[in-house]
């Protein structure tokens, strides 16, 4: 669908949406808007300046006045950081957090060396993608985060593992210079498996890491 103008209602396509300006919502694997008043459901959503609601893998735009949901939430007017933080269960952990708005997406990686299967010679140990979801609360320098982490654990080279691990958790931090913050915090993890024999439990647990830019 390719709109040369405005588009007041609904652009719906198996494979491209494209309009200069959008007042309503476009649904399709891709979708580009001008200025975009409404939503984008999509796996590429792309747009200007968004009032409202992307939803998709990846979201791009310069600024968003709502909520952009997606694994990469990227917005020039927002923030991008990279993370670094430790927890007892697992001690490595790296993400990037896409903020738009007070609400955050961060895909994450975590490694526990502890793990005693080989994942590549000679790299030893458990790994663990996952992907946070938060909000976060400015006080000038300070900040407050509140957010889930999820993270399916695998002790092999062989991705066929069930261990599921919810993380909800508390931190706070506080900017020391505008490129470099540290946080600290803490909360309960949630551990289960999805077959094989019954192990969940929820444990206590806290984190302690820093931000760069």
């Known amino acids: 669908n ?6 007041e209602g609904v652009q719906l396509s198996a494979g491209l949406n494209l309009a200069q300006r959008l ?12 200025g975009a008043r409404g939503g984008q459901l999509g796996i590429v959503n792309v747009a200007r300046d968004v009032d409202g609601l ?19 939430p990227y917005s020039q007017r927002g923030r991008t950081q990279a993370v670094m933080w430790y927890a007892p269960s697992l001690p490595f ?9 007070a609400l955050y997406v961060m895909p994450t990686f975590g490694y526990d060396p502890r793990g005693g299967a080989v994942i590549v010679e000679p790299i030893d140990g458990d790994y663990a993608p996952g992907i946070s979801l938060g909000y976060r609360l400015n006080i000038e320098r300070a900040f407050a985060d509140l957010d889930v982490n999820f993270t399916n654990r695998s002790d092999g080279a062989d991705y066929d593992e069930h261990d599921i691990e ?5 931190l706070g931090g506080f900017q020391v210079l505008p490129m470099f913050g540290v946080f600290v915090g803490g909360g309960v993890r949630h551990h289960f498996r999805t077959q094989g024999p019954a192990d969940e439990f929820v444990r206590p647990e806290f984190s302690i890491g820093f931000q760069l830019l």
């Open 2 to 7: 390719l709109a040369l103008g405005d588009v």
């Open 23 to 34: 007042r309503g919502f476009q649904v399709s694997l891709v979708n580009v808007g001008g």
């Open 54 to 72: 992307q939803l998709g893998l990846v979201n791009v735009a310069r600024e968003v006045d709502g909520v952009s949901l997606g694994i990469v």
């Open 93 to 101: 952990n790296l993400g990037v957090r896409f903020q738009t708005g």
């Open 166 to 170: 919810l993380r909800y958790r508390l």
